[in-house]
């Protein structure tokens, strides 16, 4: 019985041996920030209208070959649009934002007017991140708007979290 | 007489078994004074604020590579240092561990889990070497929004494999 318990304590000894292990440890920190960015693909565009069809009003210019791009973390997130000042009487300028995947277009993805108020463009924007949707602005004008210099507007776009 | 013999050979045993334990546990404690590991600190938090390149781009990854660990082992180990988390992150939250290896050893990126892993393998080094620790915080952007939160990391040095 004694012998028995001797082996016993010589292989606890091993044992203990074998298991020798040495350990450090550190505490991580970590967290994710709402993540809300919105861009566009350049920084100044040129519209000029100088035609119109006999009888109407002058024909509306439109800019080409502008993007935008998106990313979100949050759900319901929307892009909304603001001019830095009221355009001149007679003169209207409009956006239209391509919507991302699952997200809604406002006006059915037609033209949007824009002010010194802000404006829905896009809403339902959710956990995504989208580039090279195509963005196009408009200029229009009528006829009794006259002849207005060259002129600039800043357009805001502002993307705004959802949950 | 018996009795005498008996008793003579109960005090060999005892001593046998004292000197099988002077043995034994010598190699351990020279062992634990030889090999060491201990990390400089912990690092400062971690935090995903934006997206990389900006609009358009997935989560900006979060790198901390500011804290080291200092190794060394006993002559004639070989030894590795295995990492675990004490509880997984959230869904997609991934926390990876990258530790530069001591001359002769190897190590490998891991993502941390709960799952005792090898960072580093090989390790023989008998002079103390400090090395870098360097973390890296990655979310999916659906993972959303993730308040502060703590795990903590075990490093373990034991014996290889």
């Given at each position: 019985m004694k012998a028995v318990s001797l082996v016993a304590a010589v292989g606890a000894m091993l044992v203990s041996h074998v298991a020798f292990a040495q350990t450090?440890?550190?505490?991580?920190?970590?967290?994710?920030?709402?993540?809300?960015?919105?861009?566009?693909s350049t920084a100044n565009t040129s519209l000029a209208i100088n035609s119109a069809v006999a009888g109407s009003d002058p024909v509306s210019a439109t800019s080409t070959g502008l993007t935008w791009a998106v990313t979100t973390n949050q759900s319901?997130?929307?892009?909304?649009?603001?001019?830095?000042?009221?355009?001149?009487?007679?003169?209207?300028?409009?956006?239209?934002?391509?919507?991302?995947?699952?997200?809604?277009?406002?006006?059915?993805?037609n033209p949007v007017?824009?002010?010194?108020?802000?404006?829905?463009l896009v809403t339902g924007i959710s956990t995504l991140a989208a580039t090279g949707l195509s963005m196009q602005y408009k200029l229009d004008a009528t006829a009794a708007a006259g002849v207005v210099a060259s002129d600039s507007r800043t357009v805001t776009y502002t993307i705004t979290g959802g949950a | 007489m018996r009795h005498r013999q008996r008793?003579?050979?109960?005090?060999?045993?005892?001593?046998?078994?004292?000197?099988?334990?002077?043995i034994v546990i010598a190699p351990r404690e020279s062992d634990a004074q030889s090999s060491s590991l201990s990390v400089s600190g912990s690092p400062a938090a971690l935090q995903i604020v934006g997206a990389a390149g900006g609009a358009g781009g997935l989560p900006a990854p979060a790198?901390?590579?500011?804290?080291?660990?200092?190794?060394?082992?006993?002559?004639?180990?070989?030894?590795?240092?295995?990492?675990?988390?004490?509880?997984?992150?959230?869904?997609?939250?991934?926390?990876?561990?990258?530790?530069?290896?001591?001359?002769?050893?190897?190590?490998?990126?891991?993502?941390?889990?709960?799952?005792?892993t090898d960072a580093v393998t090989n390790i023989t080094n008998r002079q103390?070497?400090?090395?870098?620790?360097?973390?890296?915080?990655?979310?999916?952007?659906?993972?959303?929004?993730?308040?502060?939160?703590?795990?903590?990391?075990?490093?373990?040095?034991?014996?290889?494999?």
């Open positions: 450090a440890t550190q505490t991580v920190t970590f967290q994710v920030d709402a993540i809300n960015e919105v861009s566009v319901g997130a929307k892009i909304t649009g603001i001019l830095s000042a009221d355009m001149p009487s007679g003169l209207t300028l409009s956006v239209a934002l391509t919507a991302p995947s699952g997200a809604t277009a406002a006006n059915s993805g007017a824009l002010s010194s108020a802000s404006t829905d | 008793s003579l050979r109960a005090r060999c045993l005892v001593v046998l078994v004292v000197c099988l334990g002077v790198v901390n590579n500011a804290t080291t660990y200092t190794v060394k082992v006993q002559n004639k180990t070989v030894k590795k240092i295995t990492v675990q988390l004490s509880s997984n992150m959230p869904s997609g939250v991934t926390l990876a561990i990258s530790l530069a290896p001591p001359t002769g050893a190897s190590s490998v990126p891991v993502t941390l889990n709960t799952t005792v103390a070497a400090t090395l870098p620790i360097t973390y890296t915080l990655n979310a999916t952007l659906a993972a959303g929004v993730v308040g502060s939160q703590s795990r903590t990391v075990t490093f373990t040095l034991i014996d290889l494999p």
